[in-house]
């Protein structure tokens, strides 16, 4: 695919061996280079410049000092790929202006030092949302959704939303995986006053397995949202964290497979193990790994979920807010990969051949009945979980939010599971 997963040295320490930065970019030995969006234990995931590009399993890679990734600002209310190059309304690709303006798809964090607290509410076209759960401008909020809803009823409630913006002053903006998923959000959108401030940025690729594209896509949106709120303007982010689940699940089963976890812990282990086992010890080794692993994932989260903010008046007054869409998993459902997994497991076990064929039969068949858009049958609960943490508040839909693809929307929203933190103007809660 488009994603390139490679292991560092422990003792690495100099570019040709130490673990990259997000946002770095890399020049694997074949000529092959890619953007550094993801880290866990001594091991790195890549999103290849040119998706085409072959990456040997056995090549050394050079960290690229100073080349970082670039998208060109399009106008507003234009739909483009994680470049900045245009799309036209026949989905020909423009070439890039000369003159465009370029900005970094990775930044450093703003620091609390240049914010201030949030006192602005941003409408969602929901009453209860906005009554009893309110959002601020500048804050980030995770929008849990129920199984069963489909990549089109994702989108038709961020079209609600959009909707709702009618009038103000908000450049909202949106990743999505495709070209042919940007054009099916820019339809239902349709021709209202808030699509003149719609930015859609998609993947260069038409395949749901694309992830480094997808995932470029979310940098691009949030890298262009941060340059609109650093010159003073407001700047809403609508996202879907699928993409990113994916490419993480990947990435942790790189880093188990390969034993770097091991390698990471080894000192850490090395203490436990010194504590008796009736004290605990192995109790103790089981919380530790737990501990560490959620710290990696909330640390891959926080660089895309932790850039929301309220600019002081100082820096400008601008604003970035985030709404973070993710369907839950559906446990009745196998996903994609485990069942892709399940069928190269069965092709490579000693059976008979007849048993062999009803098996993979079955599964062949699980995989044909997965919806389209069921790329990965959602998000399991410990992700959207450490999403929730990471966020300044978060929503929860009930179960019977989820209808049909051909019904209305059905906003439930579970007051007693919401969270709304970091809003302190004029709401309902502090009348």
């Keep these: 695919g488009d994603l390139v997963?490679?292991?560092?040295?422990?003792?690495?320490?100099?570019?040709?061996?130490?673990?990259?930065?997000?946002?770095?970019?890399?020049?694997?030995?074949?000529?092959?280079?890619?953007?550094?969006?993801?880290l866990s234990d001594m091991c790195f995931a890549a999103a290849k410049c040119d998706?085409?590009?072959?990456?040997?399993?056995?090549?050394?890679?050079?960290?690229?000092?100073?080349?970082?990734?670039?998208?060109?600002?399009?106008?507003?209310?234009?739909?483009?790929?994680?470049?900045?190059?245009?799309?036209?309304?026949?989905?020909?690709?423009?070439?890039?202006?000369?003159?465009?303006?370029?900005?970094?798809?990775?930044?450093?964090?703003?620091?609390?030092?240049?914010?201030?607290?949030?006192?602005?509410?941003?409408?969602?076209?929901?009453?209860?949302?906005?009554?009893?759960?309110?959002?601020?401008?500048?804050?980030?909020?995770?929008?849990?959704?129920?199984?069963?809803?489909?990549?089109?009823?994702?989108?038709?409630?961020?079209t609600h939303v959009i909707r709702a913006q009618e009038g103000n002053d908000l450049n909202i903006l949106s990743p999505t995986c495709s070209p042919e998923e940007a054009r099916m959000f820019r339809g239902l959108v349709g021709d209202i006053e808030p699509a003149s401030r719609l930015t859609i940025v998609s993947g260069r690729d038409t395949t749901d397995n694309s992830l480094g594209e997808a995932v470029m896509a979310i940098n691009s949106a949030t890298g262009m949202a941060e340059r609109i709120r650093d010159e003073g303007g407001d700047a809403l982010l609508l996202l879907d964290l699928e993409p990113l689940y994916r490419m993480w699940a990947v990435l942790e089963e790189v880093a188990a497979e390969q034993g770097m976890a091991e390698i990471a812990m080894q000192n850490q282990d090395a203490h436990i193990n010194a504590i008796p086992e009736k004290d605990g010890g192995a109790f103790w080794k089981y919380i530790a790994?737990?501990?560490?692993?959620?710290?990696?994932?909330?640390?891959?989260?926080?660089?895309?979920?932790?850039?929301?903010a309220?600019?002081?008046?100082?820096?400008?007054?601008?604003?970035?807010?985030?709404?973070?869409?993710?369907?839950?998993?559906?446990?009745?459902q196998t996903s994609r990969r485990d069942l892709e997994a399940k069928l190269n497991n069965l092709k490579q076990m000693k059976l008979d051949d007849a048993m062999r064929k009803r098996a993979i039969d079955k599964v062949e068949a699980q995989l044909a009945e997965l919806a389209d858009d069921h790329r990965s049958a959602g998000v399991p609960d410990d992700f959207i979980e450490e999403s929730k943490a990471t966020t300044d508040g978060h929503l929860q839909f009930v179960d019977e939010a989820a209808t049909r693809a051909d019904k209305p929307l059905r906003w439930c929203i579970d007051m007693q599971e919401s969270v709304a933190r970091g809003i302190t103007s004029i709401t309902v809660q502090n009348q």
């Design 5 to 38: 997963m490679a292991t560092a040295s422990p003792r690495g320490a100099d570019n040709t061996s130490r673990l990259p930065a997000v946002g770095e970019t890399v020049e694997f030995s074949g000529g092959a280079v890619a953007y550094v969006v993801a």
């Design 51 to 158: 998706p085409e590009a072959a990456v040997a399993a056995d090549e050394s890679y050079t960290i690229l000092s100073g080349s970082r990734a670039t998208v060109a600002m399009p106008p507003a209310g234009s739909t483009i790929n994680w470049l900045g190059q245009r799309y036209s309304e026949d989905a020909e690709m423009q070439p890039l202006a000369a003159d465009a303006t370029k900005v970094y798809c990775f930044n450093e964090m703003m620091g609390i030092n240049k914010r201030q607290r949030i006192h602005r509410s941003l409408h969602t076209g929901v009453m209860a949302i906005d009554a009893f759960v309110p959002i601020g401008r500048g804050q980030s909020m995770a929008i849990r959704l129920p199984p069963g809803i489909s990549e089109e009823q994702l989108r038709r409630y961020m």
């Design 289 to 308: 790994r737990s501990n560490a692993s959620t710290g990696r994932r909330r640390t891959f989260l926080g660089c895309f979920l932790q850039r929301a």
């Design 310 to 332: 309220q600019l002081s008046p100082e820096r400008g007054g601008g604003s970035l807010s985030m709404l973070c869409f993710v369907r839950q998993q559906d446990d009745s």
